[in-house]
């Protein structure tokens, strides 16, 4: 038996998952950056996967986006066009907005406090981006994931919501970038109180129930050029 082959089968399912998942959130955050190449030897001994599952992981990252193959040179951190991440913005602004809207039409009290909790945590992590936003950055995007999702997460539609989950993982390392570029106090703190705006609106929109509100300023606000949404 190729002794590669048994350790996919040995690391089937979980480990092979759990090493995906690391090696995509990595990409994701920033953390690897857009072109770097990845070495199965390095993919294989950081993850603690064998190195049949470092190239099961890597190539299931090719269909995902994440990661490119390049024949006879292996495998790189993709990189994403101006073109690319403007549709991949302007995809999630409307089907964000779509699966709001059917969450308003579905809502429930738990719904409304999800929204509640998570924007209360988002707007702390914003209070933290002013004093030291290279350090709470992640935390920041993190915050901002779990409130966006909150407002879609009783759409009904998992398969509308794992798109949407997608979408914004897929351009997060950029979003972080957007923000620590800003090493100007007054730049980050002008941007972080229009998103924080923007927040205030939509949160408020959806508590109001109103669907036509909270479609239009989530549009605007995930379509904002600084792609910082």
Known sequence: MNP????????????????????????????????????????????????????????????????????????????????????NTRLRAELESLAFRWSVERHSPEWRAGIVSRHFLLKEAESAMLENPAQAVRNWDDRNRAFHMSLITNAGSPALIDLIRDLYDKTRRFRIHAYLRLTETGALEQRLRRSAADHEEIAEAALALDAARGERALRAHINKPNGAS
Not at 10 to 15: D, F, L
Not at 24 to 42: E, F, H, N
Not at 55 to 83: I, K, N, W
């Open 4 to 87: 590669e082959s048994s350790g996919v089968e040995r690391e089937s399912g979980g480990v092979i998952h759990s090493a995906t998942d690391a090696l995509r959130d990595d990409i994701s955050a920033g953390r690897l950056s857009p072109g770097q190449k990845l070495k199965v030897t390095w993919v294989r001994e950081t993850y603690q996967i064998s190195a049949a599952s470092a190239r099961e992981a890597l190539s299931q990252l090719c269909g995902e986006g994440y990661v490119d193959a390049v024949e006879q040179r292996g495998f790189f951190v993709s990189d994403m066009t101006t073109e690319a991440l403007l549709d």
